[in-house]
């Protein structure tokens, strides 16, 4: 099939340019994608601009994409050409290590993602080991799903892992990209839902995205009144927050649950663990299981991304809307290499 | 009855002195106890101290009681004079609360301890709500179960709450009252059992509590080599401690789970929370539920904690002896009023 065109940074914080490169004989065990969409994710903003000292150049971001299986590589089960599928935020997984084998992929201490150290998805087709190539469910519209395979795995995976129950009391913290998933999710996982937001505009918003409330966290005395409160408290916002606060605002056996590059250690005092048996956690994206489940459970309730596009040739426009907070709430780029 | 002889601090930092109160009538739902022996925990030290800053004084420490009910109060049903006892940390719960009417008493927003706001158990009787005197188990032995009903519970705890699988890897930070116990605990558990001690002196009696192997923490080298390893770290030590090597020691999925009063905020930076689905938590004693399970399965498998005796009436050279870092493993004492 010959070269891929591609958009590709050269270097820390340059603007993406058109990128050819030979990805030679398809690998076993891989298959490659032809990609139709990919979701611009605020990680590939941080990879261009090298903020986690880890990007390496030329460096194609995009691992939000959904695209149509043209060639599948030897000893691969279960898939064919012509499938549509997703990528998310993983390419590999070595298989055989205890994590693997107990289908915790996403924890293998070899994962590795699909734009760092390979091509990512902004790009005519893209690889990954066969396992990462996750068939799309009827009824999920691919033009707007791809911001499911990372941004909505994000929060789908914390109501899988952690069993939170549909009788739970969730706030989501940050209503943006992630946010907002956590808010149709978390709605359509049977729980009371409390958006958390610091844009006082995003208020109204966040009832209409699922919300049974919502409150701006500039308010202090409507933050009090959540004293005690929840089960669950989801952090999707990158942003050093009062962490006091919401820790004062969980329930007993309460659980701050950050999925949100947060840029300094979270100070957490014993006691407010100890006394109400709280916890502070984290999480990545999701297993392969909890892909192929977050999808069918989206198809079923009906949630995909609220999305705005861009030809893929403006990735470049699309990045600096995303670097200025004006998502409304994903931008999906759609494929146009002529 | 009349009154009742006790041994109280009068003051912060003072030394007990022989001290009587009239405890009036029983008041309807308690049930009093006369104290046979009573454990000495850490706590009380720091009540006595007003470490907390929670004290009252005259204060009567002493919450790990095993006794004789002698009276019960007006509506108690389920409990008969004459019938054996352990008292510990909690008093008193408002059992008509969600939380309380879920079982998990010891979460109660008006929870109170055995020791703050009454009198506690370095005395001739103690009284609690009837719920919190929970009947001893035929097999386990009334000299030395005391510690169970604090020090033990707040290790089996998590345990239980935590669901955590015999399969797991537990690690024990600090081998202390608490910690012999978690090692005794976690090992009847399943589990496998690392101790983690900074006293290199512990490192071979820590196999002899249960551990399977045994590490000192000032070894750096074999902190490092346990890397990746631990699906429970529990921290029963309270001091500062080298967080990132304790999370690091993390497997995935794993947790950094505190019941020691650690002085200061932990600092936790997200993405070792989020790279590899890490929690940090905490958790006090237990609920009702709980202390019954913790008992039953202390008798199954025979687990009681190491114990020194002093008689009561030498309890101010017993504080001494722990509040030096003496006690081998906890102290027990037994009640001699005459």
Redesign the interface.
């Known amino acids: 099939m010959g070269k891929v065109r591609a958009w590709a940074a050269m270097g820390p914080r340059q603007p993406l340019q058109p990128f050819e490169f030979d990805p030679g004989p398809l690998p076993a065990g891989q298959v490659e994608v032809a990609v139709e969409h990919c979701g611009l994710c605020h990680s590939d903003l941080s990879l261009r601009d090298d903020a986690w000292g880890m990007s390496r150049f030329p460096l194609v971001p995009g691992h939000e994409a959904i695209g149509t299986l043209v060639a599948v590589g030897e000893g691969v089960r279960g898939l064919r050409p012509g499938q549509r599928v997703g990528v998310g935020w993983n390419a590999h997984s070595c298989q055989h290590c205890e994590?693997c084998l107990d289908g915790?992929q996403?924890?293998c201490?070899s994962v590795r993602p699909t734009l760092i150290g390979r091509h990512g998805a902004f790009a005519e087709r893209v690889r990954v080991d066969a396992l990462w190539a996750v068939p799309l469910p009827e009824g999920l519209d691919p033009a707007e799903a791809g911001p499911l395979l990372c941004g909505g795995i994000t929060v789908f995976a914390p109501l899988r892992?952690l069993a939170i129950p549909p009788t739970a009391r969730v706030a989501v913290v940050g209503i943006g990209g992630l946010g907002h998933l956590a808010l149709a999710f978390s709605r359509a996982w049977g729980c009371e839902v409390t958006a958390i937001t610091s844009s006082p505009a995003k208020v109204a918003e966040a009832l209409d995205l699922g919300a049974h409330q919502a409150v701006c966290s500039e308010d202090r005395s409507a933050l009090k009144r959540l004293s005690?409160r929840f089960d669950l408290i989801l952090v999707t916002a990158n942003a050093s927050l009062d962490w006091n606060a919401l820790l004062g605002a969980l329930a007993?056996?309460g659980?701050l649950h950050?999925?949100?590059?947060?840029?300094?250690?979270?100070?957490?005092?014993?006691?407010?663990?100890?006394?109400?048996?709280?916890?502070?956690?984290?999480?990545?994206t999701g297993s392969r299981g909890a892909l192929a489940q977050m999808l069918a459970f989206a198809a079923r309730h009906r949630i995909l991304p609220r999305n705005e596009h861009f030809p893929m040739s403006q990735v470049n426009a699309a990045l600096e809307h995303l670097a200025a907070g004006r998502a409304r709430y994903r931008v999906v780029l759609d494929a146009d290499f002529t």
Do not use: D, N, Y
């Open positions: 994590t915790r996403h924890l201490a892992e005690g007993p056996e659980r950050v999925v949100g590059a947060v840029p300094e250690p979270i100070p957490v005092p014993a006691f407010a663990l100890i006394s109400g048996q709280k916890s502070v956690s984290g999480s990545p």
